[in-house]
């Protein structure tokens, strides 16, 4: 147990469904990361939070919609997805060196 | 560009045994840090252990080191005593770019597969 949940573990859903991934870390951390892991391809980062504020978008289409109300909660909102969005979506968040890590939620669009 | 290397993609290592997982990197900022994360089949990524570029001495954590020979721009890890809980992926990573008070980009290599032999 790092300290991030994360919810759903697993979703299964439709290309014209609508669903939300959440994370929540209980570090008191101000930074918190949304993290694509797609089969045999690397960690790619998708957004980066500092104190609620988006810092960064690794280019990432549209049909993914992040929301970052506090330091303690980070949404992915999912809509529209293709089956190459199929993957393991992580969430992280840090304040120093190290970055803590959820469990992830194992998505696969249908 | 930063990147990270780790050139197997596969290993075997018996019980008990000591192994080393290797990972090179390319940077061009004199800051940085590496990190290696354990990721089981459960899909959790587990933080293993940090070095700073600036850090004298090699990082440890219980059976973990790293490796840190900078000159050659590597940090591999060894594991020593392996277990068999110890079969998993594992990720070497690099942090560059700060984005902020506590926040910053980690690029990810693409894993070693390390499984532990009875």
């Known amino acids: 147990e790092t300290g991030v949940t994360q919810t759903p573990r697993h979703l299964v859903m439709g290309m014209t469904n609508k669903k939300s991934l959440k994370c929540e870390q209980h570090?008191?951390?101000?930074?918190m990361y949304w993290y694509k892991q797609s089969a045999k391809k690397p960690l790619e980062l998708m957004f980066v939070y500092n104190f609620k504020e988006q810092t960064e978008n690794n280019s990432v289409p549209s049909r993914f919609s992040p929301e970052c109300p506090n330091s303690s909660h980070l949404f992915l909102h999912l809509h529209t997805l293709q089956p190459e969005d199929s993957a393991l979506y992580l969430c992280?968040?840090?304040?120093?060196?190290?970055?803590?890590f959820g469990p992830g939620t194992r998505l696969t669009v249908t | 560009a930063q990147k990270i290397t780790q050139t197997q993609p596969g290993m075997f290592v018996q019980e008990k045994e000591a192994v080393t997982l290797d990972c090179t990197y390319d940077t061009s900022d004199p800051s940085y840090g590496l990190f290696w994360y354990k990721q089981p089949s459960s899909g959790e990524m587990i933080f293993l252990i940090y070095q700073g570029s600036y850090d004298q001495q090699n990082a440890t954590e219980g059976r973990y080191s790293l490796n840190f020979q900078k000159a050659r721009k590597s940090a591999n890890l060894v594991i020593s005593a392996s277990q068999l809980g110890d079969s998993a992926m594992y990720f070497c990573a690099m942090r560059v770019v700060y984005s902020g008070a506590g926040s910053y980009q980690l690029t990810f290599g693409k894993g070693t597969k390390l499984s532990v032999i009875p």
């Open positions: 992280a968040s840090s304040q120093g060196d190290e970055q803590y």
């Open positions: 570090l008191g951390h101000n930074a």
